[in-house]
């Protein structure tokens, strides 16, 4: 028979089989929690912080990857959960590219939708010093902007796990902690496949897709250039 554990999260009483997180049981009583980092059955590994609750511990816990206990009472709300959500998303925006009028998740970007859910607008509060990375755009199809990895590892999931290639992967150390290839390589020089999971799976424009249309513009108008347009190969009948 299987283990159900019973557990009340914002006063709402529920009840789960052992081993779910708090962030599934409270979706299973109706109850959202803020996730970046989280991505389901792929990449549970407690990163971003933002789903932090309050379990009566001595400290806020991840509910992400925190197992539910039987008498478990969860706060997922309150004034001190936000406050402490909300200095988590201002230490990430501290090492962030801020440039969003000109990038390419503007408006989709799930970083700039959750200043906007716990009302954060001073994105310059902690100043320092910020990371400066060149961007990669050599692949064909995938650009990387490591200045506005947030090292989620949304993207190496997605392309270790959900696909299989594993061509990234975190790097360095602390401050210096970056996503990338071994031995630094861009993306064009591994066996990246161009599949595009890595850019579904990133929550920022630190991964998008490579926007060709002015290159094959200027191809087209380029009178020095010949463009050969090849005919599609003829279906033959079996
Ligand atoms: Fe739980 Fe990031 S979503 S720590």
Same mark, same amino acid.
């Given at each position: &028979?299987?283990?159900?554990?019973?557990?009340?999260?914002?006063?709402?009483?529920?009840? !789960?089989? @052992?081993?779910?997180?708090?962030?599934?049981? +409270?979706?299973?009583?109706?109850?959202?929690?803020?996730?970046?980092?989280?991505?389901?059955?792929?990449?549970?590994?407690?990163?971003?912080? &933002?789903?932090?609750?309050?379990?009566?511990?001595?400290?806020?816990?991840? @509910?992400? /990857?925190?197992?539910? +206990?039987?008498?478990?009472?969860?706060?997922?709300?309150?004034?001190?959960?936000?406050?402490?959500?909300?200095?988590? $998303?201002?230490? $990430?925006?501290?090492?962030?590219?801020?440039?969003?009028?000109?990038?390419?998740?503007?408006?989709?970007?799930?970083?700039?939708?959750?200043?906007?859910?716990?009302?954060?607008?001073? /994105?310059?509060?902690?100043?320092?010093? &910020?990371?400066?990375?060149?961007?990669?755009?050599?692949?064909?199809?995938?650009?990387? *902007?490591?200045?506005?990895?947030?090292?989620?590892?949304?993207?190496?999931?997605?392309? *270790?796990?959900?696909?299989? /290639?594993?061509?990234?992967?975190?790097?360095?150390?602390?401050?210096?902690?970056?996503?990338?290839?071994?031995?630094?390589?861009?993306?064009?020089? !591994?066996?990246?496949?161009?599949?595009?999971?890595?850019?579904? @799976?990133?929550?920022?424009?630190? $991964?998008?897709?490579?926007?060709?249309?002015? +290159?094959?513009?200027? $191809?087209? *108008?380029?009178?020095?250039?010949? !463009?050969?347009?090849?005919?599609?190969?003829?279906?033959?009948?079996?």
């Amino acid at each position: &028979m299987e283990n159900l554990v019973k557990l009340t999260i914002d006063g709402v009483s529920v009840e !789960v089989p @052992a081993g779910t997180t708090v962030l599934e049981a +409270a979706k299973k009583a109706g109850i959202n929690i803020p996730t970046l980092c989280y991505l389901k059955d792929i990449n549970q590994i407690g990163a971003c912080r &933002m789903c932090i609750v309050d379990t009566g511990a001595r400290a806020f816990g991840a @509910a992400c /990857v925190l197992p539910v +206990a039987n008498g478990m009472n969860v706060k997922t709300n309150t004034p001190k959960i936000r406050e402490a959500r909300r200095v988590n $998303l201002e230490l $990430l925006l501290s090492n962030h590219d801020k440039k969003c009028l000109d990038c390419a998740r503007n408006q989709k970007c799930e970083l700039q939708q959750m200043c906007q859910d716990l009302g954060v607008d001073d /994105v310059d509060k902690y100043k320092g010093k &910020m990371n400066e990375y060149d961007i990669d755009d050599l692949s064909p199809s995938i650009v990387r *902007n490591n200045n506005k990895c947030i090292l989620c590892r949304r993207c190496v999931a997605a392309c *270790n796990n959900t696909q299989a /290639v594993g061509v990234i992967g975190p790097m360095g150390r602390g401050f210096k902690t970056k996503i990338g290839s071994a031995w630094e390589q861009p993306l064009n020089d !591994v066996a990246c496949i161009n599949c595009g999971q890595c850019i579904a @799976a990133c929550p920022t424009g630190a $991964l998008y897709e490579k926007d060709s249309t002015k +290159a094959v513009w200027d $191809l087209l *108008n380029d009178e020095t250039k010949t !463009v050969v347009v090849q005919p599609a190969p003829a279906v033959r009948a079996a």
